[in-house]
């Protein structure tokens, strides 16, 4: 019979490998649109941000237990390894991202997304500001909180990307004329 305990590690082994692959590709888009960078900013941390980096010293220990004393092979510790690099690599890595204006799109929260992938946009007065962005053909919505500081810089450069027709809204919520794409920010 085989270990459950070894075949449930082994899933999550495969789930934090696609969760590390996802957040290093995000990472490494990044380094290359870096250069391109018009008003960007970091995300602040999680207050559970030095949980994960507690869970990565918990992994590390247990793997280096089970590869040491227990000496198991570098195999049967996939899962655990998988984690370890999630906790304490890639998602601290994650937050080296700076979220706002690039020349070619918006790094969202979640996601980056180009200027002519949106289809609208809209702000919404939270306790910061923040930019709803629909895109893309499954009119997903994303979200870029914007410190207080840059919201005029991120109003003009919304503005004057409307003009130079980077952003083009098709189909306004309703036209009766006289629309200017402009006031939409």
């Known amino acids: 019979m085989a270990n459950p305990l070894g075949a449930l590690l082994l899933l999550f082994g495969l789930g934090f490998l696609a969760a590390n692959l996802v957040l290093l590709n995000d990472y490494l888009a990044f380094r290359r649109r870096r250069p391109n960078a018009l008003l960007t900013w970091v995300v602040p941390r999680p207050r559970t941000f030095a949980l994960s980096k507690w869970i990565a010293v918990g992994l590390g220990l247990v793997i280096l237990y089970k590869l040491l004393v227990l000496h198991w092979l570098l195999g049967q510790v996939f899962g655990e ?26 790094w969202l ?38 410190p207080p500081e840059h919201y005029g810089e991120a109003r003009r450069l919304l503005r004057d990307h409307i003009k130079a027709h980077d952003l083009h ?6 036209d009766l004329g006289g629309h200017d794409e402009r006031e939409d920010v």
């Open 81 to 106: 390894v998988m984690m370890f690099a999630y906790y304490g690599i890639v998602y601290p890595l994650s937050f080296r991202v700076e979220r706002g204006f690039y020349r070619d799109g918006l």
């Open 169 to 174: 809204f098709q189909h306004p919520p309703l």
């Open 109 to 146: 929260e979640r996601r980056f997304v180009k200027y002519g992938d949106v289809t609208g946009l809209t702000w919404r007065e939270d306790p910061t500001p923040a930019i709803v962005v629909v895109a893309g053909h499954q009119q997903r919505a994303g979200r870029l909180s914007v």
